[in-house]
């Protein structure tokens, strides 16, 4: 019991007559978890991992996402921002596995030019 309700259980209720019984009621709202918008997420794969657009797709719906957060409309916000979350993780995976390929090519169209090279400089020849 805390010193306040200590006291109050000591002295009691006021014992006023003929004076009517006030009450004060608290409502105390439960501490909901704020929403994330993955707003920077999105404007990274936008900028950076934007294969086929997922990344402004993603970008859009953060923003959608913001939206309904700032009305107040907290499953909305929840529904964008999953949506969000499922563009960015996919044009992330995207965009990482195009970016090997890119690197797999380049290097080995730089091995097959380096060997078509050596053979030419072998046989005498100019490239």
């Known amino acids: 019991m805390i010193k306040e309700e200590h006291e109050v259980a000591m002295l009691g209720a006021p014992q006023h007559r003929g004076a009517p019984v006030t009450s004060t009621v608290i409502n105390i709202q439960p501490e909901v978890p704020p929403v994330a918008d993955h707003i920077v997420w999105s404007l990274f794969s936008t900028l950076f991992m934007n294969f086929c657009c997922l990344g402004f797709m993603a970008f859009t719906y953060s923003v959608k996402s913001r939206d309904r957060k700032m009305v107040g409309d907290m499953i909305g916000a929840r529904s964008y921002a999953s949506t ?44």
Not at 93 to 104: C, F, H, Q
Not at 110 to 124: K, L
Request: glycine letters at 12%; aromatic letters at 12%.
């Open 84 to 127: 969000a979350k499922c563009l960015n993780i996919s044009a992330l995976i995207l965009g990482i596995l195009l970016n090997i390929g890119v690197i797999v090519a380049v290097v080995f169209v730089a091995i097959i030019f380096s060997e078509m090279y050596y053979r030419s400089v072998q046989r005498g020849g100019g490239f």
